[in-house]
């Protein structure tokens, strides 16, 4: 899979602010007081109420490699169409593009 556009321009740009953000994404990405799926529907929940389609595709895929079944990213769809309306509602429903 090739890098995000940011990724790369992180690396060019800003290696420290990229470091910086690989530490928060690792974070994200194990078990805490959250499962990491957990985590990782909450990521797919914010990027639909910002209206990242994209993201939320991406994210969605993360999810389903860490065991969320597909109840739980629909029902995580109907937690953006709650917190964010019809906008919610579209953008989230890019987690289901395959």
Same mark, same amino acid.
């Given at each position: 899979? @090739?890098?995000?556009?940011? *990724?790369?321009?992180?690396? +060019?740009?800003?290696?420290?602010?990229?470091?910086?953000?690989?530490?928060?994404?690792?974070?994200?990405?194990?078990?805490?007081?959250?499962? !990491?799926?957990?985590?990782?529907?909450?990521?797919?929940?914010?990027? !639909?109420?910002?209206?990242?389609?994209?993201? *939320?595709? !991406?994210?969605?895929?993360?999810?389903?490699?860490?065991?969320? &079944?597909?109840?739980?990213?629909?029902? &995580? *769809?109907?937690?953006?169409?709650?917190?964010?309306?019809? @906008?919610?509602?579209?953008?989230? &429903?890019?987690?289901?593009? +395959?």
């Amino acid at each position: 899979m @090739p890098k995000p556009f940011f *990724v790369e321009a992180l690396e +060019k740009g800003d290696p420290e602010l990229l470091s910086q953000m690989n530490s928060v994404q690792e974070f994200a990405g194990r078990d805490g007081a959250l499962p !990491a799926k957990v985590k990782t529907l909450m990521s797919m929940l914010g990027d !639909a109420i910002l209206g990242h389609g994209d993201g *939320v595709k !991406a994210i969605a895929e993360r999810a389903r490699g860490q065991g969320a &079944t597909e109840q739980e990213i629909a029902e &995580t *769809v109907r937690m953006a169409f709650v917190c964010a309306g019809m @906008p919610g509602l579209v953008t989230g &429903t890019h987690a289901f593009r +395959k």
